[in-house]
């Protein structure tokens, strides 16, 4: 978001729209290249007994963690083209893990790390987002009440805004 200052006031605007209203690809050719990395998240509530099928690796498609962490990484691979106006990123690594929280629920964190002139926030946002729903197809016939909860970005760190760390 840009600030764009009007006499006494100052008026905040969306760098994805032009002065005029019309959505626009930002222009990131002046920045400068920076180490950048984001973390993100997602929790898969289930029932006991699917978790218990994931973490055991018994679910009868396969194992749905193996399958779930490479639609993670090549959905982060891909953002730029289900993402309008994200910028293509040469990533440096994607890593995805899973933590069992709880009887019922399967918690997911995604980390991705690039040098370049724009952040990885919706990399890993659509990391943990793909992971989720690999988890939901690897289980559906099993538990078709689960539900894809919290994703959400927990840290970024790199570029002009700095640090981010979300609050618990």
């Known amino acids: 978001m ?4 009007t006499g006494k006031t100052s008026v905040k605007r969306l760098s994805h729209v032009d002065a005029r209203g019309r959505v626009r690809m930002v222009d990131v050719g002046a920045k400068p290249i920076t180490e950048r990395e984001a973390v993100a998240g997602a929790t898969v509530r289930m029932q006991p007994a699917t978790l218990r099928l994931i973490t055991s690796r018994r679910v009868a498609k396969g194992d749905a963690l193996a399958a779930a962490r490479v639609a993670g990484i090549m ?12 910028h293509p990123l040469a990533i440096q690594v994607v890593t995805v893990d899973f933590a069992p929280r709880g009887r019922n629920a399967l918690v997911i964190e995604a980390r991705v790390k690039v040098a370049g002139r724009t952040g990885v926030e919706m990399e890993a946002l659509t990391a943990v987002a793909v992971a989720a ?6 289980c559906k016939a099993v538990d078709r009440a689960m539900m894809i909860t919290d994703v959400c970005l927990l840290e970024k760190s790199g570029g002009r805004s700095g640090t981010y760390r979300r609050r618990s």
Request: with cysteine.
């Open 2 to 5: 840009a600030t764009r200052r």
């Open 133 to 138: 729903l690999t988890i939901y197809d690897m």
């Open 75 to 86: 959905a982060a691979k891909r953002t730029a083209d289900l993402i309008p106006l994200c």
